[in-house]
């Protein structure tokens, strides 16, 4: 599905915050309230958004129905998950997606998020966007939230970063894939499994132990996810935790081990995930990836 099927947004629009993972408090969103009604935006919270389940936001069925109302009123013109954690993966298998089939609308949100990004992609075809969500709003570079605005109202962005000494050269024009790594690993062999062949898989993660990366960086290539790809993105690496006894590598230093029999072209640091400058990035679209030397990367969308 072309991004330009998913309506753009427009001042006056009607958008949606639910939690479909952690609980969260309305002073944590405040300021996130306040920059998406600067832009023009009407803010409505789900029923069930300070529902409070443990460590949830509500119980299964509470965040079960804040996502199905909001997939289903026509009213509402993009979802924004207020929040990752855990959460996501009790609920997908309990969406009828078919409304959201036929009237697709942004849905934004990254980390657990990732359990619908893949979801829709495998199964429906239809873009998504990773990107900041509002609990970190506060944290996030300026310039990352205006490419948030940018996108959601409709103009494409293209990015152009620093290279990183692990780049491996080359260029790649295909559809964005994937998210979270430990969320991707959590879906190996299920349904939301994305079939990666000829795309662009873009991974990052968060407070993961070294052997943990290892282990689900494994776990992918066995599965195939690794060996077809048009080209992989690398995004943050944040806050990574080793054992007494050092694994010996970085997270970055794994992941260029573990695909370096492949010939695709691999960008390392890219601008996105668990980092304050975490810049959207639309998934389900086609994309063009362009790694000159290790000195300069280019992401173009089409």
Same mark, same amino acid.
């Given at each position: 599905?072309?991004?330009?099927?998913?309506?753009?947004?427009?001042?006056?629009? /009607?958008?949606?915050?639910?939690?479909?993972?952690?609980?969260?408090?309305?002073?944590?969103?405040?300021?996130?309230?306040?920059?998406?009604?600067?832009?023009?935006?009407?803010?409505?919270?789900?029923?069930?958004?300070?529902?409070?389940?443990?460590?949830?936001?509500?119980?299964?069925?509470?965040? /079960?129905?804040?996502?199905?109302?909001?997939?289903?009123?026509?009213?509402?013109?993009?979802?924004?998950?207020?929040?990752?954690?855990?959460?996501?993966?009790?609920?997908?298998?309990?969406?009828?997606?078919?409304?959201?089939?036929?009237?697709?609308?942004?849905? @934004?949100?990254?980390?657990?998020?990732?359990?619908?990004?893949?979801?829709?992609?495998?199964?429906?075809?239809?873009?998504?966007?990773?990107?900041?969500?509002?609990?970190?709003?506060?944290?996030?570079?300026?310039?990352?939230?205006?490419?948030?605005? /940018?996108?959601?109202?409709? /103009?494409? *962005?293209?990015?152009?970063?620093?290279?990183?000494?692990?780049?491996?050269?080359?260029?790649?024009?295909?559809?964005? @894939?994937?998210?979270?790594?430990? =969320?991707?690993?959590?879906?190996?062999?299920?349904?939301?499994?994305?079939?990666?062949?000829?795309?662009?898989?873009?991974?990052?993660?968060?407070?993961?132990?070294?052997?943990?990366?290892?282990?689900?960086?494994?776990?992918?290539?066995?599965?195939?996810?690794?060996?077809?790809?048009?080209?992989?993105?690398?995004?943050?690496?944040?806050?990574?935790?080793?054992? $007494? =006894?050092?694994?010996?590598? $970085?997270?970055?230093?794994?992941?260029?081990?573990? *695909?370096?029999?492949?010939?695709?072209?691999?960008?390392?640091?890219?601008?996105?995930?668990?980092?304050?400058?975490?810049?959207?990035?639309?998934?389900?679209?086609?994309?063009?990836?362009?790694?000159?030397?290790?000195?300069?990367?280019?992401?173009?969308?089409?």
């Amino acid at each position: 599905m072309k991004t330009s099927q998913i309506p753009k947004l427009k001042t006056g629009d /009607t958008i949606a915050l639910i939690s479909t993972a952690r609980k969260v408090s309305k002073e944590e969103l405040s300021f996130a309230v306040n920059i998406l009604e600067s832009w023009g935006l009407n803010v409505c919270f789900g029923k069930n958004l300070f529902g409070d389940n443990h460590q949830f936001a509500g119980t299964v069925e509470q965040r /079960t129905q804040d996502l199905q109302s909001a997939l289903d009123d026509e009213n509402i013109k993009a979802i924004i998950f207020v929040r990752g954690g855990y959460g996501s993966i009790q609920i997908v298998d309990h969406i009828d997606w078919g409304h959201f089939q036929q009237k697709p609308k942004w849905l @934004v949100g990254f980390s657990d998020i990732t359990v619908f990004h893949a979801h829709i992609h495998q199964n429906f075809d239809i873009t998504t966007l990773h990107a900041a969500m509002p609990i970190t709003f506060p944290k996030n570079t300026r310039s990352s939230l205006d490419n948030l605005k /940018t996108i959601l109202f409709g /103009t494409e *962005v293209s990015y152009k970063i620093d290279g990183h000494p692990f780049n491996r050269k080359g260029k790649a024009e295909a559809k964005i @894939v994937g998210g979270n790594l430990s =969320i991707l690993y959590s879906l190996l062999g299920s349904e939301s499994q994305i079939n990666t062949d000829g795309k662009i898989l873009f991974i990052e993660d968060l407070d993961e132990y070294l052997y943990h990366i290892d282990r689900m960086m494994q776990a992918l290539k066995r599965a195939g996810m690794l060996n077809n790809l048009a080209g992989l993105i690398i995004g943050g690496m944040s806050d990574m935790n080793d054992n $007494t =006894i050092p694994f010996g590598k $970085t997270a970055e230093e794994i992941i260029r081990d573990i *695909v370096s029999e492949y010939n695709y072209p691999v960008a390392f640091g890219f601008p996105a995930g668990h980092i304050n400058n975490n810049h959207p990035i639309v998934f389900g679209k086609k994309t063009k990836l362009i790694i000159e030397n290790r000195s300069k990367c280019i992401l173009i969308y089409i």
